[in-house]
């Protein structure tokens, strides 16, 4: 990751960039979420954002879902421009984002195959049948091909966590967003989840990423982790640096106090 103001990604690192913000500034009323952030986010990659409550972290997923929009400042995703950029731009952009909320966000009503099998088939275009075939392989892959027909209700939170897991798969994005997906888990449900994720991290081309306060996966699965605090990173390097030997005292203070 390229936390550099500007620029291309560098020559010679032979990456692809897949994220871009540049100078991207967000507010609530006085409260500025994010302030000038700058940062860049290599294709493949794996990348973590850690920090207090409030630093800003989930504003970035919730920008790249264009769930809000930036009071200034670019951002790309995959070689689109996702702001500034009219609706029809954003549209084609987000069909290859894919994010997995704090809450499970499951249609009540609907069967866990058709939870996964919806937006494939509504904004991707696929064939009921392939988009069906699809979610059972994805099913299989999360441990819950025997709940095809249940619904929400039937499930344990793990279970429809999992499920949110394979729905946000089936649009096979190029970039996936984790917002604290274990914080709405009882603690026994929350080792099942990560080992999940780790999986797919370990065994996909999928860039992902992710907020968490559980520091053991952000060490396990990311290739680069970001410190934020007052909507700026304040440090970012690879997990053992980070979470060994901080530069930032802000940096030590925190992790001191989540561990």
Known sequence: MDTRP?????????AEEIIRFDHVTKSFGDNTVLDDLCFSVESGKHVTLIGPSGSGKTTILRLLMTLEKPDSGLIRVNGGQLFPADEKQRREVRKRIGMVFQQFNLFPNMTVLRNITEAPVRVLGLDKDEAEQRARELLELVGLSDKTGAKPSQ?????????????ALAMRPRVLLL????SALDPELV?????LLRDIARSTDITMLCVTHEMNFARDISDEVFMFDGGKVIESGPPERIFTDPVQERTRDFLGAVR
């Open 155 to 167: 499930l344990s939170g793990g279970q429809q966590q999992r499920v949110a897991i394979a729905r």
């Open 179 to 182: 917002d604290e997906v274990t």
């Open 6 to 14: 500007s620029g291309p990604a560098p020559r010679g690192s032979g």
């Open 191 to 195: 080792a099942g989840v990560l080992d």
